[in-house]
């Protein structure tokens, strides 16, 4: 694939059109009333003829077809595929790389598994024009970025948040870690932690500082229903091993030093900061499962044009 901007990445070639139109005439079925089941048989064919790489980009810029890609008789052939895409995954065919960890991805609650490859996808894109070696290849990067973390992949978010911070364009960088902590549960949580942490230095703020440890213990308390979000999100790396990468060896330690930061004793922090946590990772967790219980449709995000895509990115 040539190096492209994002808007010629979009753009469908007539060829790519037309053999993209038993799905197209699929996604109108859809649209009518639903599949039947032989419908349903034709759409999984159609889905493992036609080119992954075809397929994203013109879900990207058609709402219909990336409905339809959300059906949930495909779930099965997405997670796969989705499996397949980590580091070092067990294949039927053939056993994982010697003297590497295995590590396979996994579906996750809060986010649909389409969104997931689409975004890995697409950050694929950004991490090829990167290191294009004419400037003008590798000034198309950016758009992939901003493009892969709005579908919701952590190292987009993770990598935006992380320039934000450098550029101190605070706000930018809250948003990216708020949307993290929303799709990524523990890994955001710590994210957005560090990044308040970062703020309330800044502006020396002791209420920032709560705020901080508060985050800490969120994502601490969703630890334990965070498991394939967590390994999506470090890809395989446990807990302690991303945390210590990011300089948070000691959270024992980070947790008591905020709260002196903050002005508190650690026994408020135990009797009620930690009750309040507990009771937002509960909040958190009830509101993914009800949402997951009442979803009637295959995929929850909003659904955008090229034009609306191309035109948020370059805001």
Same mark, same amino acid.
């Given at each position: 694939m040539p !190096?492209?901007?994002l808007?010629?990445?979009?753009k469908l070639?007539?060829?790519?059109k037309?053999s993209?139109?038993?799905l197209?005439?699929?996604?109108?079925?859809?649209? @009518?009333?639903?599949?039947s089941? &032989?419908? &349903?048989?034709?759409?999984a064919?159609e889905i493992?003829?036609?080119d992954?790489?075809?397929l994203?980009?013109a879900a990207?810029?058609n709402?219909?077809?990336n409905?339809?890609?959300?059906h949930?008789?495909?779930?099965?052939i997405?997670n796969?595929?989705w499996?397949l895409?980590?580091?070092?995954?067990?294949r039927?065919?053939?056993?994982?790389?010697?003297?590497?960890?295995?590590?396979e991805?996994k579906?996750q609650?809060?986010?649909?598994?389409f969104?997931l490859?689409k975004?890995i996808?697409?950050?694929? &894109?950004y991490?090829?024009?990167?290191?294009?070696?004419?400037s003008i290849?590798k000034?198309?990067?950016p $758009? !992939?970025?901003?493009?892969?973390?709005?579908l919701?992949y952590?190292p987009a978010?993770?990598?935006?948040?992380?320039?934000?911070l450098a550029q101190?364009?605070?706000?930018n960088a809250?948003? !990216?870690?708020?949307?993290?902590?929303?799709?990524y549960?523990?890994p955001? !949580?710590?994210?957005?932690?560090?990044?308040?942490?970062?703020?309330?230095r @800044?502006d020396h703020?002791?209420?920032?500082? &709560?705020?901080?440890?508060l985050?800490?213990?969120i994502?601490?308390?969703l630890?334990?229903?965070?498991?394939?979000m967590i390994n999506?999100a470090?890809q395989g790396?446990s807990?302690a091993?991303?945390?210590?990468e990011?300089?948070l $060896?000691d959270?024992i330690?980070?947790k008591q030093?905020?709260?002196r930061?903050?002005?508190l004793?650690?026994?408020w922090v135990t009797?009620?900061?930690?009750k309040q946590?507990e009771?937002?990772?509960?909040?958190?967790v009830?509101e993914?499962?009800?949402n997951?219980?009442n979803?009637?449709r295959?995929?929850?995000?909003?659904?955008?044009?090229?034009?609306?895509?191309?035109?948020?990115?370059?805001?």
């Amino acid at each position: 694939m040539p !190096y492209q901007t994002l808007q010629q990445f979009l753009k469908l070639k007539t060829a790519e059109k037309i053999s993209l139109k038993p799905l197209l005439e699929l996604s109108e079925a859809l649209e @009518q009333g639903g599949l039947s089941s &032989q419908e &349903q048989v034709a759409l999984a064919s159609e889905i493992e003829k036609i080119d992954f790489a075809l397929l994203i980009r013109a879900a990207l810029g058609n709402p219909k077809l990336n409905t339809l890609c959300k059906h949930p008789s495909l779930n099965d052939i997405w997670n796969e595929k989705w499996r397949l895409c980590g580091l070092n995954p067990p294949r039927t065919e053939e056993p994982p790389q010697a003297g590497k960890p295995i590590h396979e991805y996994k579906p996750q609650s809060t986010l649909h598994t389409f969104e997931l490859l689409k975004g890995i996808f697409v950050y694929g &894109q950004y991490k090829r024009h990167l290191k294009a070696e004419e400037s003008i290849f590798k000034a198309y990067a950016p $758009s !992939y970025l901003q493009l892969a973390a709005y579908l919701g992949y952590f190292p987009a978010l993770g990598g935006l948040c992380k320039q934000a911070l450098a550029q101190n364009s605070l706000n930018n960088a809250l948003f !990216y870690a708020s949307k993290a902590a929303e799709l990524y549960w523990t890994p955001g !949580y710590f994210l957005l932690a560090i990044t308040t942490y970062t703020l309330a230095r @800044q502006d020396h703020n002791e209420s920032f500082y &709560q705020t901080a440890l508060l985050q800490l213990i969120i994502a601490e308390k969703l630890m334990p229903h965070a498991e394939n979000m967590i390994n999506n999100a470090y890809q395989g790396k446990s807990v302690a091993t991303a945390l210590a990468e990011a300089g948070l $060896s000691d959270l024992i330690g980070l947790k008591q030093e905020l709260a002196r930061l903050a002005g508190l004793s650690m026994s408020w922090v135990t009797s009620t900061l930690y009750k309040q946590a507990e009771k937002e990772a509960k909040k958190i967790v009830d509101e993914a499962s009800s949402n997951n219980k009442n979803e009637d449709r295959p995929g929850s995000k909003e659904e955008m044009s090229e034009i609306e895509i191309s035109t948020r990115l370059s805001l």
